[in-house]
């Protein structure tokens, strides 16, 4: 490669974009899932990274027609061995880095890109749903499954609990979004066009972000549900009480 071809690509990797899916796929193949896979789930600044729409797309890349869609293949067999290893040790990075350094791990102010609401959202997920269910259903929500990793540090969950919890929650998302990438190629190319495929990806990705919600809003459903009916229970006793009151007093 001379010099010029050098430059070329220094630049082309200056000016990618960090929220382009595909870009960053095309740029660094499958090194770039892994390595986007280990810093969103592991590092406190990977949070902004596409980590739906990416495995979405590798998936799609691990296809036979992958080519016609992204441009480059990626071997299946491989993606879905290395992919949640990589995740996985990314979480484990994030839980020690919470049990080593406490809460001073977040004594920052707030920026464009940290916010203090990112450690409360995924404080309240880890409280509302118990330690074990949290780390699992964190995978599928943006910002969170990079910030409750430590959060579950800062908390103490047994290094143990967490990394049971952390393998399964791990290979549900990312094989999960994978296959489901890889499944749909077909469907995707023979309703969209090859040369117009670019228009869609905003679209996929906020669809891939609502299915990766569904395990949340179901939960969310549930407590709901459990909450009425604790308030119901709640309330019977004094309204008996009332009742009781009124039948006396008559």
Not at 83 to 90: L, S, Y
Not at 105 to 118: G, Q, T
Not at 144 to 157: I, K, Q, W
Not at 230 to 240: E, F, G, K, N, Y
Request: charged share 20%.
């Amino acid at each position: 490669m001379d010099t010029a071809e050098k430059t070329r690509s220094l630049n082309d990797v200056l000016s990618l974009n960090p929220l382009d899916a595909k870009g960053l796929l095309q740029t660094f193949s499958f090194v770039g899932v892994w390595v986007i896979m280990f810093v969103e789930t592991g590092l406190l600044v990977g949070f902004f990274f596409p980590g739906d729409s990416l495995l979405f797309l590798a998936g799609i890349a691990s296809s036979p027609i992958a080519k016609d869609i992204v441009g480059l293949t990626l071997p299946l067999p491989l993606m879905l061995v290395i992919t949640p290893i990589c995740a996985i040790a990314g979480a484990q990075v994030g839980h020690w880095l919470g049990a080593r350094y406490g809460r001073r791990l977040f004594a920052r102010p707030d920026s464009r890109l940290f916010k203090r609401e990112y450690v409360d959202k995924a404080e309240y997920y880890f409280n509302k749903y118990g330690p074990a269910k949290a780390v699992v259903l964190a995978r599928f929500i943006p910002i969170v499954r990079t910030f409750l990793n430590p959060v579950a540090g800062v908390l103490e969950m047994p290094a143990r609990t967490f990394f049971i919890w952390n393998v399964v929650g791990g290979i549900l998302w990312t094989d999960g979004i994978l296959l489901v990438g890889w499944g749909l190629a077909k469907q995707i190319i023979k309703v969209i066009p090859p040369n117009k495929i670019d228009n869609y990806i905003i679209p996929v990705t906020l669809l891939i972000v609502v299915i990766s919600a569904i395990p949340v809003m179901i939960e969310a459903g549930r407590g709901y549900t459990d909450r009425r009916r604790s308030r119901a229970a709640a309330t019977a006793p004094r309204d008996q009480v009332s009742q009781a009151s009124r039948r006396d007093e008559v």
